[in-house]
């Protein structure tokens, strides 16, 4: 019986792992690192980009960035952080030369978020102090560097960038002061991986990325629309519809071009 209840004993773990490895295999899920592969590669060298997308993969960059040293050229300012008192410290620390020069916007919203932070009565100017300073880090230093804006930047804080061109690139919009309109792409977008995993795997991570990329590429066909590049945008509605051939939008368009 001793023999019996040890041998049970050390059948246990092996029990568990039978029974569960199928819903915690995760070996073909590569969304999130896909998704910070397409977006970063399609980024021109130096980037500055904006986004608040950290499930989808500021978190993931951050990593590769700091760990495996990767794309350590780009300067992500993650907007959502920004509402937090260490992460503005954190920044002059990682990215001194793009931050410092906007030091006097960050401690006009400083005096207000720490008094925020700490239960305080804060200014109603606030958020206006808060697009001020992510305007500054736009504009000190829009011309040396390109600068990006991620899609939820766009559509939550309209008051951002509200005097430049958002140009499609990859999944993230480039911007470009007013004036001639600028080339689109989607050759350097190899979604096969990407599409492999979303189709693999389910849940409100995958849900998100997938209508997120077909939005995208939806949007690159719309701009590519309005400056004639009939092909390009063909191109992109179509890789719209691979990732969701529910995207309506995309699907009227394409008919269009017909």
Same mark, same amino acid.
């Given at each position: 019986t001793e023999i019996y209840t =040890? #041998?049970?004993h050390d059948a246990l773990p092996i029990l568990s792992l039978v029974a569960n490895y199928k819903i915690n295999d995760l070996s073909d899920d590569h969304i999130v690192p896909e998704y910070t592969r397409i977006l970063t590669q399609n980024l021109q060298p130096n980037a500055i980009i904006?986004? #608040?997308?950290?499930d989808f993969w500021c978190s993931c960059f951050w990593y590769k960035q700091k760990v495996e040293h990767y794309r350590t050229d780009i300067t992500l300012i993650e907007k959502e952080l920004l509402r937090r008192t260490w992460y503005l410290n954190q920044l002059l620390k990682w990215y001194p030369q793009t931050i410092s020069q906007c030091k006097f916007a960050m401690d006009e919203f =400083?005096?207000?978020l720490e +008094?925020? &932070?700490s239960g305080k009565k804060y200014s109603n100017l606030i958020q206006n102090r808060f697009i001020n300073m992510l305007n500054c880090f736009i504009d000190a230093n829009y011309g040396n560097r390109p600068i990006y804006l991620t899609l939820d930047v766009i559509q939550q804080e309209p008051d951002v960038a509200p005097n430049y061109q +958002?140009?499609? &690139?990859?999944?993230?919009?480039? =911007? &470009?002061k007013e004036g001639t309109p600028f080339a689109v792409s989607v050759e350097n977008m190899d979604i096969t991986k990407l599409i492999f995993s979303i189709n693999s795997n389910n849940g409100h991570l995958v849900d998100g990325i997938r209508d997120l990329v077909s939005l995208n590429f939806s949007l690159i066909g719309n701009y590519a629309v309005a400056i004639n590049q009939v092909e390009t945008a063909k191109q992109a509605y179509k890789k719209s519809l691979i990732v969701n051939p529910k995207n309506s939008e995309s699907m009227r368009a394409l008919e269009l071009l017909k």
């Open positions: =040890l #041998s049970l904006l986004s #608040s997308q950290w =400083l005096i207000d +008094k925020f &932070e +958002k140009i499609p &690139e990859g999944f993230a919009f480039r =911007l &470009e």
